[in-house]
Structure formats: C-alpha cells, structure tokens
C-alpha cells in the first residue's frame, strides 16, 4: 500500500488528488490505529503518521491519515489556537490555495468572514492568477498563502498583491519550504525539467528555494515579520507527539 500510496502522490495532478483525499481518510485511520503521534486539528491518535514529500525531501511519520495535515499545518492550527484570537473574534479571510484539513472548518466558524482562491483547485470560491489579486484593497484581516510563493514565477509580485489585498492592522501566514543551510533564496530560470527541478529545489513543480533571507522578501513586499519559534512555547515531548519539524519558523506578516 505505502508504495501505491506514494506514486499516487507523486503523479496524480492536484485537482484530482484533493478529490481523492476524502474517501482516503476514512480507510488509513484503521491501518494505523493507536496513540504514538497526536493530529491537534483533527484530536485523533495514531501508531504512526504516513510519509510524504518528493524523492530529495521525503520525510517519514508526517501526515495524519485522516485529516491529511503536515508539520506544517499542526504548527498553523497551534498558533492560531493558542496565540491569536483566529477563533474568537470576527474576522475577513482570504485563504489562498486552501488546504483541505482547515477548507471546512474554517468555512463553519461563524465569527469568520471566509474567502477562497487558487488557479485550480476544486475547493476554492474564486479561481484566479496571484500575480493579480481581482479584490479590492485593505479587505482582510488576516491572509493565509501556504507553500504556494515557491510555485510562482514572480513572488515578489505576489507577495505584494498579498500585502495590497491586506487591512491595516491585519496579518498573514505565509509558510514555504525554507532550507536554513542557505543564507539566500536559491533561484534559476533556466532549470525548467522537473527531474532538474526536483533535484534543485526539492520539488517538480517548484521553481525557487527559499534561504534563510525568506523574512526580508516579506519586509520589501511592505510587512512586519515576526518569527514564532516553536521551542520556545511547546515542550520536546510535544513537538514529538505532534510530529513538528523543530526548525521550522512560523513567520506572522502584519500590516501597519
């Protein structure tokens, strides 16, 4: 099954794959039934989470096998559970490519004001280019663009259109692969096959790797950057039961 399980992964295009994640989770959760690791999104334990990534950045025990999150998406839901008032207070959100393990439950709380957009995705409300945001300015309180700036041919235009769309006063979360043994952002136009692609920057379909200078692409698009290191607010014992990546940093892009 894990290796059916990862060509699916790696070849099915990504529209499909969102369709196919929903009956998925119904059948993994019985095949790694226990209490080793814990999803906080979804509050199920498991004896292990499933692998994922690509050939160059394939982690093991990462993905909940019932609501599909990733460290990256368990580290999002504890910040804006436990240090930020996401669910309390009323709240305008644009949720760019929205995942499918916050999609429903983000559209239910009743205190958000919620909108979707992605150029494909079956989930989204609006399909459109990111390089050119079809909203208005200063609507949001808070915009959610995750592992989406490595796919674009020109993210500082997005991130710019991000910042436009934003409200003053409002913050975003905007999460990357990010490799730390690089000081600057790693690009290169003319590697263009994915098997180049993959090798370079970790993934067929991306197109930069971002370096440790991530935050000031943020600051020259016009946000505040703020790091939230996980170490600081949650115990080794948890970032292991909730399977985060220790290295990584959650940087909240706020609007003066």
């Not at 226990?34 to 509050?43: A, D, L, S």
């Not at 997005?158 to 690009?187: H, N, W």
């Not at 692609?197 to 600051?219: A, C, I, S, T």
Request: charged share 30%.
């Amino acid at each position: 099954m894990k290796g059916v399980y990862k060509f699916l992964l790696n070849k099915l295009p990504r529209p499909l794959l969102i369709r196919l994640s929903y009956p998925f989770k119904w059948i993994a959760p019985l095949l790694y039934k226990g209490n080793k690791v814990e999803c906080p999104v979804c509050e199920k334990s498991f004896s292990s989470f499933l692998s994922y990534g690509s050939d160059v950045a394939h982690r093991e025990n990462v993905l909940c096998p019932y609501d599909l999150t990733l460290e990256r998406h368990r580290l999002m839901w504890l910040y804006l559970r436990d240090y930020s008032d996401f669910f309390k207070k009323p709240k305008k959100v644009l949720h760019i490519a929205p995942e499918q393990c916050f999609h429903k439950r983000f559209k239910q709380q009743r205190n958000l004001e919620y909108l979707t957009g992605d150029l494909v995705s079956p989930i989204a409300d609006l399909h459109f280019d990111l390089h050119d945001i079809p909203l208005e300015d200063n609507r949001f309180d808070v915009v959610f663009c995750n592992h989406v700036l490595e796919h674009v041919n020109d993210a500082k235009q997005c991130m710019r259109e991000l910042y436009r769309v934003m409200a003053p006063g409002g913050y975003g979360i905007m999460q990357v692969p990010q490799d730390f043994s690089l000081e600057k952002t790693y690009e290169d136009p003319t590697i263009t096959s994915p098997k180049e692609r993959e090798k370079h920057f970790w993934q067929k379909d991306h197109v930069r790797l971002f370096g440790r200078d991530y935050p000031d692409w943020l600051r020259e698009a016009g946000f505040d950057v703020k790091e939230f290191h996980m170490s600081y607010y949650y115990s080794k014992e948890q970032i292991d039961r909730y399977r985060l990546d220790p290295n990584e940093i959650l940087y909240i892009a706020s609007k003066k």
